[in-house]
């Protein structure tokens, strides 16, 4: 049988079921589940289930699980405005859960891989792809601080609107420390450079009525 494609009446109706079940679901349940893949991962760590490297193996991976985080915070607005599915209200989890990642990837490197303040310091100032690392870090530092409501009332809503605009070259430069970290030119990398940098750049598009 010929496939028949839904007619646009039935593709709106489909898209509001959708955005309505969507609504129905509490975002909370995101953070206490959050906990359970960094848990799952430091155990394979510590029981040497994840390689011959292991503490380089757990830092990466939690690294790639910020930037998947990233990219689909970063996806949320333009799914609204050009597919009009609307994960609004699960924007704010998905940015706080990416820096809970963050922070423990940068945990496991600071404490496990290089060992030490002083040494981490010096792989900051020494090589440039940390260097870039730390610079997205220290951008989504104050968008956590301020993700709060009594924040946006605090702030007001222009001036947060502002402040978390941050997040746009923070995702950037997450995507270059990751092509940087990889070296050479490496699709995986490129692939999400690319990705970000079209999700940047539907935030230029007309807007739809």
């Keep these: 049988m ?8 039935e593709g709106l109706a489909l898209r509001d079921r959708l955005n309505r079940a969507l609504a129905r679901l509490p975002a909370w349940p995101l953070y206490p589940l959050s906990v359970l893949p960094v848990a799952w991962l430091l155990w394979q760590g510590a029981t040497g289930r994840i390689g011959i490297e292991p503490v380089e193996a757990v830092e990466h991976r939690l690294g ?3 930037l998947w985080l990233l990219v689909a915070g970063l996806a949320v607005t333009p799914l609204r405005r050009l597919a009009g599915v609307n994960l609004m209200r699960f924007r704010r989890a998905i940015g706080l859960i990416a820096v809970f990642y963050l922070v423990c990837h940068m945990a496991v490197w600071a404490i496990l891989d290089v060992q030490g303040l002083q040494a981490a310091w010096a792989d900051i100032v020494k090589r440039p792809y940390i260097t870039i690392g730390m610079a997205a870090f220290l951008l989504l530092v104050p968008l956590a601080l301020t993700s709060s409501n009594a924040a946006i009332r605090w702030l007001g809503g222009r001036r947060w609107r502002q402040l978390h605009r941050l997040v746009y070259p923070a995702v950037l430069l997450g995507a270059l420390h990751f092509a940087m970290l990889r070296k050479g030119w490496q699709l995986e ?12 750049a539907t935030r230029v598009l007309p807007r739809r009525r």
């Design 189 to 200: 990398p490129l692939v999400y450079l690319g990705v970000v940098a079209l999700l940047l």
């Design 2 to 9: 010929a496939w028949i494609s839904p007619s646009p009446s």
């Design 64 to 66: 790639l699980w910020t």
